[in-house]
């Protein structure tokens, strides 16, 4: 049986790196970086998915906010 715990651990990683992904996906935030890449045809793939990541991202955040409200309990 998988401990509740660890969900919201996995979910904690799934934010950081879909918040990463979001990041380095976004031209307004790299634009430099982002400009000169946007040459390269698996940065255009890699790009194509930036909805999708939000979506991933905001879905973790949003389990991994109410397991832990279950798990640890409201601390106000």
């Known amino acids: 049986m998988v401990n509740l715990a660890q969900v919201i651990y ?23 970086l982002v400009g000169k890449m946007q040459r390269y045809g698996w940065y255009r793939r890699f790009y194509r998915m930036h909805s999708l990541y939000w979506w991933i991202f905001f879905a973790s955040v949003f389990l991994h906010s109410m397991l832990a409200f279950i798990f640890f309990g409201n601390p106000f």
Do not use: A, Q
């Open 10 to 32: 996995v979910l904690g990683i799934i934010n950081v790196v879909s918040g990463l992904l979001i990041l380095f996906s976004c031209r307004c935030l790299l634009y430099t």
